[in-house]
Nanobody, 115 residues
Framework: QVQLVESGGGLVQPGGSLRLSCAAS????????MAWYRQAPGQRREWVAL???????NYRESVKGRFTISRDNAKATVYLQMNSLKPEDTAVYYC?????????WGQGTRVTVSS
């Protein structure tokens, strides 16, 4: 069983930055593929960014150049650095781990971008 705990959400003005963290349990973090998703009010959950166990990264088009996903295997943590935030980035952000074809989700952290 893998447990994930997100943190770092909050209220930020447009153009501001936040860094989300997702701490994972388990001894095999380095083998997990890690991803961030988000769900805006009244919307379906959508994929935001992915980092594989080998460190390859991919992003949804709307966040390319603004968001950066990274991982620290020693700390069993994945990060999402979010810059130049826009009101449309407002959502609950979820961390997902995939290991041996099983998906694990965190409880989410809320990000609100508003002036």
């Amino acid at each position: 069983q893998v447990q994930l705990v997100e943190s770092g959400g909050g209220l930020v003005q447009p153009g501001g930055s936040l860094r989300l963290s997702c701490a994972a349990s388990g001894s095999f973090f380095r083998f997990y593929a890690m991803a961030w998703y988000r769900q805006a009010p009244g919307q379906r959950r959508e994929w935001v960014a992915l980092i594989t166990s080998e460190g390859s990264r991919n992003y949804r088009e709307s966040v390319k150049g603004r968001f950066t996903i990274s991982r620290d295997n020693a700390k069993a943590t994945v990060y999402l650095q979010m810059n130049s935030l826009k009101p449309e980035d407002t959502a609950v952000y979820y961390c997902k781990a995939t290991y041996q074809s099983t998906e694990y989700w965190g409880q989410g952290t809320r990000v609100t971008v508003s002036s």
